[in-house]
C-alpha cells in the first residue's frame, strides 16, 4: 500500500498536537500537581461560549441542549437538565457518564430526552438499559432539585474520532470482527460498527496522547475541567455549591475532577474504587487506558488520591458482586479511605450488585448531594 496514502491515525483530531503544545498544563492546586503532571493535563480555555442549540420542558423537567468549541477536535454537546419553573439558583452537579465500551455515545445516557429530541444512537444505547437500571441518572437528579450537566467528553459521542476511514491497525483488527459478523450473518448498525473500530482505536489514542506528554485520563480531565467551568458560569447556578458523580469512567472521572478542581464540593464514586495493586495480575484486562495512566502508581494508591481534593465530603459506593474488581482490593480501598478520612467527610457503602448503578444507588447518591450540597435557592 502507498504509505503516502496512509490515514491519519487521529481523524477529525489533527489539530490536537498543537492546541496540547501551545495550551500549556493545567492550573490546579500544590497538592494535585503530581497527579495533573502525571496526567499531562492541558488547560482549558479560560472563557467558553455555551450555545444553545434547543430547550423544551416535559414532564417536571427542562432540558437545555448546549454545545461549545474547545479549540480542537469537533465541538462538546451536552445538556443541562433542571427542574421546571425554577429561576432561582440551585446546586449544580456535573454528571459524568461512564466508559461501557460505547464510545458512539456519550452523556445522552444520562438524559431523558422530549419526543423527537434524543440523539442518535441514544435509544439503542444498552448502557442505559444494562447499567444504570433503566434511568436517566442526570434527569432524575434534576427532579430532586439540582442543575445538572451533562456532557460528551474527549473520545465519546460527539467529541468522537471519525473512524469512517480508520488507520491502517485500527482497519486491520476491524477486518477480523467484520469476518465474525459475516460468518454469523450478522449486519451490525452504526453504534455497533463504530464501537469495535474504537475499542482497537483506543490505544492509538493512548499512544498518541502519549506522544504529546499527556494521557486519555488527561485530555478527558481536560474537557471535564472545562465542562465544570461552564457549569458554574450558567445561570440559575449556584458555583459555590458544585458536585460531581460518575458511575464506573465516570466514576474515576469523578475523583480525578475533584482531586484538581478546588471548586468541588462534593461528589460521589460509583463502581470505580480498588487498590492498584489488587488489578496485578489477573485484572489489568479488565480496564481501559482511563483508568491505567503510565506512571499513575507511582503516586500511590487510587483511594489516596482522595486526599488531594479539597471537597467537604464524598461517597464511595461499591459493587460488592462486581467482576471488574477483587473483592480484596475493594475492602482494602474502604480501610484506606476510613483511616485517611477523617470521620464524616467520607461515606462507603457496599451493595450487593454487580457492575451496576442502581436505582437504589442512584437514588443514595442523590440523597448524599441533597445532605451536603442541599437543594432548593439561596438566599
Known amino acids: 500500500m502507498d504509505p503516502s496514502a496512509r490515514p491519519s491515525a487521529i481523524p477529525g483530531y489533527e489539530d490536537w498536537p498543537g492546541y496540547v503544545r501551545s495550551s500549556g498544563p493545567a492550573t490546579v492546586p500544590p497538592r494535585s500537581q503530581r497527579l495533573a503532571d502525571t ?23 427542562t432540558t437545555t441542549a ?40 456519550g452523556a445522552s445516557r444520562l438524559i431523558e430526552f422530549p419526543a423527537g429530541r434524543s440523539e442518535p444512537g441514544a435509544a439503542d444505547d444498552p448502557a442505559r438499559h444494562d447499567l444504570y437500571d433503566g434511568r436517566a441518572s442526570a434527569t432524575e437528579l434534576a427532579r430532586e432539585g439540582f442543575a445538572v450537566l451533562a456532557h460528551d467528553t474527549f473520545s465519546w459521542g460527539s467529541r ?13 483488527a476491524l477486518a477480523a470482527r467484520q469476518a465474525q459478523w459475516r460468518e454469523a450473518d450478522h449486519v451490525p448498525g452504526p453504534a455497533e460498527a463504530y464501537n469495535a473500530a474504537a475499542a482497537f482505536h483506543e490505544d492509538t489514542v493512548a499512544k498518541a496522547a502519549g506522544l504529546m506528554g499527556t494521557s486519555l485520563a488527561g485530555m478527558v ?15 440559575g447556578v449556584d458555583p ?49 487506558w482511563l483508568l491505567q495512566t503510565p506512571g499513575l502508581g507511582r503516586l ?36 484506606l479511605l476510613d483511616n485517611l478520612h477523617s470521620v464524616g467527610s467520607y ?33
Not at 301 to 316: G, I, L, S
Request: hydrophobic share 40%.
Open 66 to 105: 448546549l454545545s461549545w468549541q474547545l479549540g480542537f477536535g469537533p465541538a462538546t454537546r451536552a445538556w443541562l437538565v433542571r427542574p421546571a419553573g425554577t429561576a432561582e439558583r440551585l446546586p449544580g452537579a456535573l454528571a459524568l457518564h461512564c466508559h461501557a465500551g460505547n464510545k458512539y455515545t
Open 160 to 172: 468522537r474520532f471519525n473512524l469512517d476511514e480508520p488507520p491502517w491497525r485500527t482497519a486491520d
Open 39 to 61: 496526567l499531562g493535563v492541558p488547560s482549558p480555555p479560560a472563557a467558553i461560549e455555551a450555545a444553545t442549540q434547543w430547550e423544551e420542558t416535559h414532564d417536571g423537567v
Open 221 to 235: 480531565a481536560h474537557d471535564d475541567l472545562a465542562a465544570l467551568g461552564v457549569l458554574a458560569s450558567l445561570p
Open 240 to 288: 459555590s455549591r458544585l458536585g460531581c458523580f460518575g458511575f464506573s469512567g465516570g466514576g474515576g472521572r469523578a475523583l480525578v475532577l475533584a482531586a484538581l478542581s478546588p471548586t468541588v464540593r462534593s461528589y460521589a464514586v460509583t463502581a470505580m474504587m480498588t487498590t492498584f495493586e489488587s488489578l496485578l495480575p489477573a485484572y489489568l484486562d479488565a480496564h481501559s
Open 300 to 335: 500511590g494508591e487510587w483511594p489516596e488520591f482522595t486526599a488531594f481534593a479539597a471537597a467537604e465530603n464524598f461517597m464511595v459506593q461499591y459493587a460488592s458482586q462486581d467482576p471488574l474488581f477483587p473483592p480484596q482490593g475493594m475492602r482494602d480501598a474502604n480501610r
Open 347 to 379: 461515606t462507603g457503602t457496599f451493595w450487593p450488585v454487580g457492575h451496576e448503578f442502581s436505582a437504589g444507588m442512584q437514588q443514595e447518591v442523590f440523597d448524599f448531594f441533597r445532605t451536603s450540597l442541599g437543594t432548593g435557592v439561596t438566599p
